[in-house]
């Protein structure tokens, strides 16, 4: 089955600059990958997602680019702000047959920003 | 619409009582789903459904039963807790021909 790593478990970064997390996953067949950023206590909402025909996709602060190639997928938050702190997970999707798109996660970044 | 909803938001049990986690969709969404997230572990398939009268195991299924009676309704059962199944539960649903999955607000459960 598919498997998603993501790197780094954590990550601290000052206001104002950029924060990186990647992930790589190992089906060849994943075609859809969604990004996901949880605040405490609630659950994981969806902030930007792209298709395995896309290399980018940008979304105001927040750009997310692929190389299927590689196998590995990134999330770019730029001039981040104390609200960006969270959790944020990877995700990749294949279709089993019928729309039966399965969602496998990473685990998981959690992300500070120091005002 | 509310969205996805979860009730209720914590509980606490003793091992081997059993309860029902509810979750409602009123998006009219054929597929949903249960997760549980543990620390370190991120989120895994307990159960899912694409449409009232059909589920199915995901990657965590043990000790957990599901049923699907309604669109808009996919309980998760414990039959006999056990302190393993302390974590958080998430219930998402989606259309069933699109890949974007919707979350609920989540259930904590701790069971001693």
């Known amino acids: 089955g598919e498997n998603v790593e993501q790197h780094p478990s954590t990550l601290s970064v000052q206001e104002g600059d950029s924060a990186v997390i990647k992930c790589t996953y190992s089906?060849?067949?994943?075609?859809?990958f969604p990004w996901y950023k949880q605040e405490l206590g609630k659950g994981p909402q969806l902030i930007i997602d792209i298709r395995s025909n896309v290399g980018e996709k940008k979304d105001q602060r927040i750009a997310v680019t692929l190389n299927k190639t590689a196998k590995h997928f990134s999330l770019h938050i730029t001039e981040t702000q104390p609200e960006d702190s969270a959790v944020y997970f990877c995700?990749?999707?294949?279709?089993?047959?019928?729309?039966?798109?399965?969602?496998?996660f990473g685990k998981g970044t959690l992300l500070t920003v120091n005002p | 619409n509310a969205g996805v909803t979860q009730t209720p938001k914590f509980q606490v049990l003793k091992t081997g009582q059993s309860m029902t986690l509810q979750c409602a969709q009123d998006m009219n969404h054929e597929y949903m789903s249960w997760y549980r997230q543990d620390p370190g572990m991120g989120l895994r398939l307990i159960h899912y459904s694409v449409g009232a009268g059909i589920t199915d195991q995901g990657e965590v299924p043990n000790g957990y039963n599901v049923s699907r009676s309604t669109t808009e309704d996919f309980p998760l059962r414990l039959l006999s807790a056990a302190p393993s199944q302390t974590s958080v539960y998430f219930c998402?649903?989606?259309?069933?021909?699109?890949?974007?999955?919707?979350f609920g607000p989540g259930t904590r459960l701790l069971v001693l």
């Open positions: 998402a649903s989606r259309p069933l021909v699109l890949e974007t999955q919707y």
């Open positions: 089906d060849s067949a994943s075609n859809y």
């Open positions: 995700a990749a999707s294949s279709d089993s047959g019928g729309s039966n798109y399965k969602l496998t």
